[in-house]
């Protein structure tokens, strides 16, 4: 069974905060890295940030460097997302998103397993 949930999204101004959960307990399948993309109105899906399942190793869009943080909990069955200092170029859909095997990557294409996503829209 492949089951990712995502929950955090929401309003919130410019400079405010959100956290978005993944729930992966659903998740039956091995999988080395997990993350989150987004997607605005009018634009193709990016990588946000991503995390290794076995070394918790992390890896951040330039855009998002400094603002955002993702963790995972210890049995790897929650992953989350806090962003911070949010702008309006940060609204879009965010999905959760996991990929079997291979190098970190924040590319899209390279995961196999996704999320219904979750609405995060910034006012200014």
């Known amino acids: 069974q492949v089951q990712l949930v995502e929950s955090g999204g929401g309003l919130v101004q410019s400079g405010g905060s959100l956290r978005l959960s993944c729930d992966a307990s659903?998740?039956?399948?091995?999988?080395?890295?997990i993350g989150w993309f987004r997607q605005a109105p009018g634009k193709e899906r990016e990588g946000v940030s991503v995390i290794s399942s076995i070394s918790g190793r992390q890896f951040y869009a330039e855009s998002v460097k400094g603002r955002f943080t993702i963790s995972r909990d210890s049995d790897r069955k929650m992953v989350y997302l806090q962003m911070n200092s949010l702008n309006t170029e940060d609204t879009g859909v965010y999905y959760c998103?996991?990929?079997?095997?291979?190098?970190?990557?924040?590319?899209?294409?390279?995961?196999?397993?996704w999320g219904q996503g979750t609405q995060v829209t910034v006012s200014s």
């Open positions: 659903g998740f039956t399948l091995d999988y080395s890295w």
């Open positions: 998103a996991a990929a079997g095997f291979g190098p970190a990557t924040l590319d899209p294409s390279e995961y196999d397993y």
